[in-house]
Protein backbone atom coordinates (compact mmCIF):
# COMPACT_ATOMS: atom_id res chain seq x y z
CA UNK A 1 0.00 0.00 0.00
CA UNK A 2 1.04 3.29 -0.63
CA UNK A 3 -0.40 7.36 -0.94
CA UNK A 4 -1.74 8.93 -3.76
CA UNK A 5 -0.26 12.53 -3.82
CA UNK A 6 -3.79 13.92 -2.75
CA UNK A 7 -2.62 17.01 -5.49
CA UNK A 8 -1.37 15.03 -8.41
CA UNK A 9 -2.16 11.61 -7.41
CA UNK A 10 1.14 10.11 -8.04
CA UNK A 11 2.07 7.22 -6.09
CA UNK A 12 4.14 7.40 -2.75
CA UNK A 13 5.27 4.58 -1.05
CA UNK A 14 5.03 5.45 2.30
CA UNK A 15 4.05 8.82 4.15
CA UNK A 16 7.59 10.09 4.67
CA UNK A 17 8.00 9.91 0.82
CA UNK A 18 4.75 11.57 0.44
CA UNK A 19 5.68 14.50 2.57
CA UNK A 20 8.93 15.20 0.66
CA UNK A 21 7.01 14.90 -2.66
CA UNK A 22 4.68 17.52 -1.71
CA UNK A 23 7.33 19.88 0.21
CA UNK A 24 9.66 19.45 -2.34
CA UNK A 25 7.60 20.23 -5.26
CA UNK A 26 6.13 23.07 -3.53
CA UNK A 27 9.34 24.77 -2.53
CA UNK A 28 11.08 24.14 -6.55
CA UNK A 29 7.61 24.87 -8.28
CA UNK A 30 5.26 26.33 -5.96
CA UNK A 31 1.82 25.80 -8.12
CA UNK A 32 -1.04 23.74 -6.94
CA UNK A 33 1.03 21.81 -4.07
CA UNK A 34 2.38 24.61 -2.01
CA UNK A 35 -1.54 26.27 -2.42
CA UNK A 36 -2.70 22.61 -1.07
CA UNK A 37 0.11 22.63 1.87
CA UNK A 38 -0.68 26.13 2.68
CA UNK A 39 -4.18 25.75 3.00
CA UNK A 40 -3.96 22.27 4.60
CA UNK A 41 -1.22 22.57 6.71
CA UNK A 42 -0.81 26.36 7.17
CA UNK A 43 2.74 26.19 9.15
CA UNK A 44 4.50 23.21 6.89
CA UNK A 45 7.71 25.02 6.31
CA UNK A 46 8.76 24.80 9.81
CA UNK A 47 8.06 21.15 10.19
CA UNK A 48 10.36 18.19 9.42
CA UNK A 49 9.53 15.15 7.36
CA UNK A 50 8.21 13.26 10.37
CA UNK A 51 5.85 16.28 11.50
CA UNK A 52 4.59 16.78 8.07
CA UNK A 53 3.90 13.20 6.99
CA UNK A 54 1.72 12.67 10.08
CA UNK A 55 -0.60 15.77 9.09
CA UNK A 56 -0.47 15.17 4.84
CA UNK A 57 -0.89 10.99 5.46
CA UNK A 58 -4.26 11.98 7.12
CA UNK A 59 -5.47 14.06 3.90
CA UNK A 60 -4.72 11.23 1.09
CA UNK A 61 -5.82 8.34 -0.03
CA UNK A 62 -4.53 5.04 0.63
CA UNK A 63 -3.80 2.59 -2.56
CA UNK A 64 -2.55 0.41 -4.24
CA UNK A 65 0.91 1.00 -5.87
CA UNK A 66 3.09 -1.15 -7.85
CA UNK A 67 5.76 -0.81 -5.37
CA UNK A 68 8.18 -3.86 -5.01
CA UNK A 69 7.35 -6.29 -2.45
CA UNK A 70 8.52 -4.84 1.39
CA UNK A 71 8.53 -1.42 0.21
CA UNK A 72 10.77 0.17 -2.55
CA UNK A 73 14.47 -1.06 -3.75
CA UNK A 74 15.96 1.75 -4.86
CA UNK A 75 18.65 4.17 -3.95
CA UNK A 76 17.47 7.40 -2.76
CA UNK A 77 18.27 9.97 -5.36
CA UNK A 78 17.03 7.60 -7.88
CA UNK A 79 13.74 5.72 -9.04
CA UNK A 80 10.91 8.03 -8.21
CA UNK A 81 10.16 8.15 -11.49
CA UNK A 82 12.97 10.62 -12.57
CA UNK A 83 15.25 9.48 -15.17
CA UNK A 84 18.39 11.19 -14.20
CA UNK A 85 19.65 11.73 -17.84
CA UNK A 86 16.30 12.59 -19.17
CA UNK A 87 16.25 15.55 -16.22
CA UNK A 88 19.82 16.54 -16.88
CA UNK A 89 19.27 17.24 -20.79
CA UNK A 90 16.14 18.93 -19.92
CA UNK A 91 17.94 21.23 -17.51
CA UNK A 92 19.01 24.53 -19.09
CA UNK A 93 22.16 24.82 -16.49
CA UNK A 94 21.88 27.88 -15.10
CA UNK A 95 19.34 28.79 -12.14
CA UNK A 96 17.72 32.09 -11.61
CA UNK A 97 18.14 34.28 -8.73
CA UNK A 98 14.26 32.76 -7.00
CA UNK A 99 15.47 28.61 -7.94
CA UNK A 100 18.82 29.03 -6.78
CA UNK A 101 17.40 30.23 -3.45
CA UNK A 102 14.72 27.55 -3.19
CA UNK A 103 17.51 25.21 -3.99
CA UNK A 104 19.60 26.62 -1.08
CA UNK A 105 16.63 25.98 1.15
CA UNK A 106 15.80 22.62 0.09
CA UNK A 107 19.47 22.14 0.92
CA UNK A 108 19.29 23.28 4.61
CA UNK A 109 16.07 21.22 5.00
CA UNK A 110 18.09 18.08 3.82
CA UNK A 111 20.25 18.80 5.66
CA UNK A 112 18.39 19.30 9.01
CA UNK A 113 16.65 16.25 8.37
CA UNK A 114 19.38 14.32 8.12
CA UNK A 115 20.81 15.59 11.19
CA UNK A 116 17.25 14.97 13.26
CA UNK A 117 17.34 11.67 11.76
CA UNK A 118 21.12 10.75 12.91
CA UNK A 119 20.44 12.11 16.58
CA UNK A 120 17.19 9.80 16.55
CA UNK A 121 19.36 6.71 15.77
CA UNK A 122 21.76 8.18 18.17
CA UNK A 123 19.48 8.40 21.08
CA UNK A 124 17.70 4.93 20.07
CA UNK A 125 21.16 3.13 20.08
CA UNK A 126 21.87 4.60 23.37
CA UNK A 127 18.39 3.28 25.22
CA UNK A 128 19.48 -0.11 23.78
Known amino acids: MG ?9 QADAGHLANH ?5 LTGG ?12 DW ?8 AAEVVELAAETE ?3 EAGGHDHQHGQG ?8 RER ?3 ELDDEAAEILEEAREMTEAM ?10 ADETE
Open 80 to 87: HGIDPQQA
Open 114 to 123: READAERSES
Open 3 to 11: YACPVCEEP
Open 91 to 93: ASG
Open 22 to 26: LAFTA
Open 45 to 52: GDHGEDEL
Open 31 to 42: GDHEDWLDEHVP
Open 65 to 67: FPF
